[in-house]
């Protein structure tokens, strides 16, 4: 059984630019939320999706958007990257019966140059 | 606004010898709260919950947890380290959603673990 699968590892980008993070949930998961986690910190709730729509969110600017598939994968875009955005970014699922138990993928590791 | 504290930013253990990692939060209804650890360059696994009940959990990798109320603690602990458990970990209280599901969860800053040989 799969657990969360995240794609890619890894990713340069430059200032300005745009970027899709993407994530797998574990097998029967229907709900997926994304961290943002800067070196030596925290993760910090960015959104959940759940039913294909943002249900919650964080404390995150517009630039920050996001989309889930019927399938319940999920995508993380962020437009006109800040040299602040560099983080590994986490992705956990959950199902939405249960209590709040998320699962946690390996993440992708953001450096905005 | 929730929050999590770690009042300890590190922590050094001999390997064998007892541990507990402080963790306080604020919240203002009944809370769900985690423990999870991270090893170098990994995601997080979880270690114990709490959801109600025993205030006194237990975990993966011999960790339990007690719950509080009247501290607003939730302190993680394992009666002898081993080498393998140095990693980062970190404290974090949810909620059921108000709408059914999961919340967003808030993160202390975390408490890293170092194991002297």
């Known amino acids: 059984d799969a657990g969360v699968t995240q794609s890619p590892t890894h990713l340069i980008k430059t200032r300005g630019q745009q970027v899709t993070l993407r994530c797998s949930p574990k097998?029967?998961?229907?709900?997926v939320s994304w961290y943002q986690q800067a070196l030596g910190q925290g993760p910090q709730f960015i959104f959940q999706?759940?039913?294909?729509?943002?249900?919650q969110r964080g404390n995150f600017p517009d630039r920050f958007s996001g989309h889930q598939f019927p399938n319940y994968s999920s995508e993380l875009n962020v437009n006109a990257l800040l040299l602040g955005d560099s983080a590994l970014y986490l992705c956990?699922?959950?199902?939405?019966?249960?209590?709040?138990?998320?699962?946690f993928g390996a993440g992708t590791r953001l450096s905005v140059l | 606004a929730q929050s999590v504290t770690q009042p300890d930013i590190h922590i050094t253990v001999s390997e064998g010898a007892s541990l507990e990692l402080r963790c306080n939060y604020s919240?203002?209804?009944?809370?769900?709260l985690f423990w999870y650890v991270q090893s170098p360059g990994q995601g997080l696994q979880l270690l114990l919950k709490?959801?109600?009940?025993?205030?006194l959990v237990q975990g993966i990798k011999g960790f339990e947890a007690e719950f509080k109320r009247s501290q607003s603690s939730f302190n993680l602990r394992k009666p002898s380290v081993h080498w393998s458990d140095a990693a980062e970990y970190f404290c974090?209280?949810?909620?059921?959603?108000?709408?059914?599901?999961?919340?967003?969860?808030?993160f202390g800053k975390g408490t890293h673990l170092i194991i002297q040989p």
């Open positions: 956990a699922s959950s199902l939405v019966t249960t209590k709040n138990i998320q699962y």
């Open positions: 097998s029967g998961h229907d709900t």
């Open positions: 999706y759940y039913e294909e729509e943002e249900r």
């Open positions: 919240y203002g209804a009944t809370p769900y």
């Open positions: 709490y959801f109600s009940g025993d205030t």
């Open positions: 974090a209280v949810g909620a059921e959603y108000s709408g059914g599901g999961a919340d967003g969860l808030t």
